[in-house]
């Protein structure tokens, strides 16, 4: 059996990575395939987890468009494919690299497993494009690893067959067990801030950038402010969300506005925060493990396991919402609640099922 592994984000490699490591480990034949969708995060990512991509696109230009990056990705692949033989294509979750790759394995008669599968917010632009790439690629799936029962559920609602749907647990918990077992993250926090009365933030989606997004900067200011609460903000490398954030909190005394760490280095800064405020799904499912809350500046999310557990809110994006319930984070006790998002053995799960 011969399998690829896509990535071409940040996200993806941090949930595909444990999954090559697994393969590596089993003795199947693996291909980690890089698409380099966002160049700079993914290099940051391949040293933490001491691997490198087999092949390599590097599709990444100025300014490219998702047509561009769909374009691209589906050519590169359409080559790559003639060379290798491939039984399984792995991608994971809602990327344009993602989508792309699907659809070029499927077209090619190529197995694809869907890690991640059975997310849905319910609005097709929220968010944009990533509700509309997660639907298709689970169309043309072999294998829909749902890392939730919700998202089994969710995909049975759409008449997916069963046989096609295995609940996994998310790979991202298995990438926080290799890092933990592997770093000193209260050494790695310390370099960044030395005390843990803090929240950590992060912002990025497109949907968001605008007046929502002044509005949620606007809500953490007068929120830190009145609280004495300080915040680190590692702000996102695109251009427009660099300008709002800056207009709106570069002379707010509580903030502390970095540079993109790396996966690591967020993971010390959520472990010792007070809570954790962001529009990333990602962050939604790595807080739970270390029983912090969340508020999810958003409409909408495709995760309502952190909501029906307890573990975070959905905040919306008004100043008055986004505000209201990040005084609500602070009443948080995490009790005896359990990580919705699974125990570590995800990889080793969705390997056993292609056996």
Sequence with gaps: MHIGIIFGTRPEIIKVAPVYLKAKEMGISTDFICTGQHREMVDMMKDIFAID??????IMTKDQTLNDVTYKVVMEFEKLSKEKHYDWIFVQ?????AMATAIAAFNRGIKVGHIEAGLRS???YDPFPEEMNRR??????????????????????????EEKIIITGNTVIDAQMY???????ESIRKKIINHTNYFVVTLHRRENIGQRMRNILRAIRK????QNIEFVFPVHKNPKVREIVYSELENCKGAHLIEPVNYVEMTSLIKDSLFVASDSGGLQEEAPTFKKFVVVCRETTERPEVIESGFGVLAGTTQEDV??????ALEFKPEDRENPFGDGKASERILMSIL
């Design 53 to 58: 991509s087999d092949y390599d696109m590097n």
């Design 93 to 97: 979750g809602d990327t344009t690299t």
């Design 122 to 124: 319910g609005n097709l």
């Design 136 to 161: 298709v690629i689970d169309q043309v799936s072999e294998k829909l690893f749902a890392p939730t029962k919700n998202a089994k559920n969710t995909l049975l609602k759409e008449n997916f067959p």
């Design 179 to 185: 890092v933990m077992n592997k770093f000193d993250l």
């Design 223 to 226: 929120f830190s402010e009145e």
């Design 323 to 328: 505000y209201k319930n990040l005084k609500l």
